[in-house]
Structure formats: C-alpha cells, structure tokens
C-alpha cells in the first residue's frame, strides 16, 4: 500500500480528533462523577424554643415569589437541597440545577453550592466560575434576613419532606 | 550527511505527519467536543422545564411547634404576672398564675389552676376552659365561667396571630391540625388553594 503523507495526515487527524472527543466525553463523565455533596452529618435536633417547618412545596412558593418562572425545592437529608429553576447564564437563562448544602453557623444559615447541573452537565463547585460560586450563599443570606430578630438560630435539619428551623428566642 | 538523509526518509515524514496530524486531531477533539458537549448540554437545558417536588408524604405546608418553656415566658410577658404552664397531650394546657380574688369582703391574693383546650373549629383556632380551681382552698367555687369574659379576646388575638403569619408569608394560609404531647404543642397549616 502507498501511503501519502497528506493521507496519513487526514487519517491522524480523524485518529486524533476521536480519541480527543472520546477525552472530552471521559472528562465530563469524570467530572459528573466528581460533582457529588460533600458527607455531612444530620445534627442532632436540639431542644429550642420553636421549631419552624417548611415543606418542599412552601420553600418552592417562597422562593419562585421573586421571579416570573417557578424554581423547585427539592430537599434531601442532611443538609442537602438541590434547587431547580433558571440562571442568568451570557444573556440566556438555562434551566439549571444547584445542588446545595445548608448548614448553621453560630445563629447564622450558611448555604454552598457543591454543584451546578446544566442539561446532562454535572460540574462540581471547584470548576465553577467565583460568581456562580457566589450565588450558592445567597439562599442562606436570604433566610437569614428573613427569620425573626426575636430569635436566634440553634439548630437545622432537612427531610425528604422539607426543612425545619430551630429557634431560641433571645429574650 | 546523515541528519540530512534522514530528513528526506519518506517512511519517517510518514510518522511525523501521523504524530504531528494525531496530536492536533487529539487537540481539536478535545476542545471542540467539549464544546459540543457544553453547547448540547446548554441546548436540553434551555427547553427543559421545571418539574415541581414530588410530595414524598402527606406532609403540611407549615408547622410551628412551641415549648412549654417558650409558651410559659410568652404568657408571663403578656400578663406581667408569673405564670407556670404544663403543656398536656390532646391539646390542652394546664397554667397557674397568682391573683387576686374579692373573698369575704376583702381581695385576697390566691393561686388559680386553669386547663384549657384549643380547638380547631373549620379554619379557626378556638381556646376552650375546660376547669379552674382555687389551689390550696377546699372551697368548691363556681369558676367556669372566670375567664367567660377574656376568651373571646384571646381567640381573636390567637386567629389574628395566624393571619399575621399568612401576611409575612406572602399568602393565605389556613390552620388544618394541631397537637401537643407532654412538653410541646404544635400548629399544622396548608396553603389555601
């Protein structure tokens, strides 16, 4: 067989571009894998004076109250909540999902995105853009103005069902 | 000599043009399928919509559980006296609070018992007295009706609490169930549809 150099060529470029596709696809696998919730471990709920609980279905309504499209609660145990709805991504507003992690700290609800769903995209945290990092902490600031300043935060835990606060009033 | 001979090997500018053509294809592949797969994964997400939670069990959409604790220092702020609370199953709770009573002729300081029952008729949260003595006094009083006149103002005060909480929330939300076991009592509310 005569082989041209110009036709090797083509033959190593398709070669290449393959197995370069076949790393790509490998990469993302990897990183989908990769994007999981970090292990946290469900705190024991401690004795306080209220406890306010708020289902999957009235976090979802409180938090699409401030957009035109619905955004979805999905709460897990342990501190986990993935929240679905539209993301202000270059001018488009992919539907995406946020995996996040609610934790408390010192009277404070602290939120963190572990990672960002776009589509079959999985990416964790750590590959994120600081910005879209950023936005994972809003949810916790947003709770935290919203709880009652007659009280203070002692406990959290979350449920398939939804999300319960526990409060000690600071009088 | 040699490095130019070798130069002009047609079977290595074969393996230099594979490797060299190899390397660019792995180059390209690699970030033009990564592109691809971002823009494919970009695509799906901008026509997909948002499913809402599957409801894992009946579950309310609100629940506020109070301490007995809590619910003690709460009364004692509102009435200025102190007041002791026992919080009991079937929604009844036992306080005790010191005043002052018109006993032959004179006010006398005494302690009263009260139990009371909340209740949920329809939507509305109702306090019912079920009993009230005189602690310490073996005097069979008739005292029922001691509270006859405040409880219609601390119903009103109670449903106006609920409705002050469908104002922060931003909606209409109605009480379904209530509760208490030995140290808490507890609201249960839905959304009204």
Not at chain 1, 65 to 80: K, L, Q, S
Request: charged share 15%.
């Amino acid at each position: 067989m005569n082989l041209k150099p110009s036709h090797v060529g083509c033959f190593g470029f398709i070669l290449g571009g393959l197995l370069g596709l076949l790393a790509a696809t490998s990469l993302l696998i990897w990183l989908a894998g990769q994007a999981a919730f970090p292990p946290l471990a469900q705190p024991v709920a401690p004795p306080a004076d209220v406890t306010l609980f708020f289902s999957e279905q009235t976090a979802s309504r409180l938090a699409s109250a401030g957009g035109p499209e619905p955004v979805t609660v999905d709460f897990e145990p342990g501190g986990r909540v993935v929240v679905a709805g539209p993301l202000d991504l270059g001018g488009l507003r992919p539907m995406a999902r946020l995996g996040l992690t609610l934790e408390q700290q010192g009277g404070q609800l602290v939120s963190r995105l572990s990672w960002l769903e776009l589509g079959f995209l999985k990416i964790p945290a750590g590959w994120l853009p600081s910005d879209l990092v950023e936005l994972g902490a809003m949810p916790g600031e947003a709770i935290n103005r919203e709880l009652p300043p007659e009280f203070i935060l002692v406990g959290l835990s979350t449920t398939a069902d939804g999300l319960t606060f526990y409060l000690n009033s600071t009088d | 000599m040699q490095p130019e001979n070798s130069r002009s090997d047609p079977n290595r500018s074969i393996g230099c043009g594979l490797a060299g053509c190899c390397a660019g294809g792995l180059v390209l592949g690699l970030m033009g399928g990564g592109l691809l797969l971002v823009l494919l994964a970009l695509g799906t997400s901008l026509n997909a919509t948002v499913l809402p939670p599957t409801q894992v069990a009946p579950s309310p959409d609100l629940r506020l559980t109070l301490s007995e604790d809590f619910l003690g220092r709460a009364l004692q702020e509102n009435t200025g006296e102190p007041v002791s609370v026992d919080i009991l199953p079937g929604n009844q709770i036992r306080a005790r609070f010191q005043t002052e009573l018109e006993m032959f002729g004179a006010p006398s300081p005494v302690q009263i018992e009260v139990l009371f029952e909340l209740q949920l008729i329809g939507p509305r949260l109702a306090v019912a007295l079920l009993d009230a003595q005189l602690v310490g006094i073996d005097v069979p009083l008739e005292m029922t009706g001691l509270l006859d006149d405040d409880l219609p103002a601390i119903n009103a005060d109670v449903n106006q609490a609920v409705q002050e909480v469908s104002s922060a929330l931003g909606a209409n939300i109605i009480l379904t169930g209530l509760g208490s076991d030995e140290t808490t009592l507890w609201f249960e509310a839905r959304y009204a549809p």
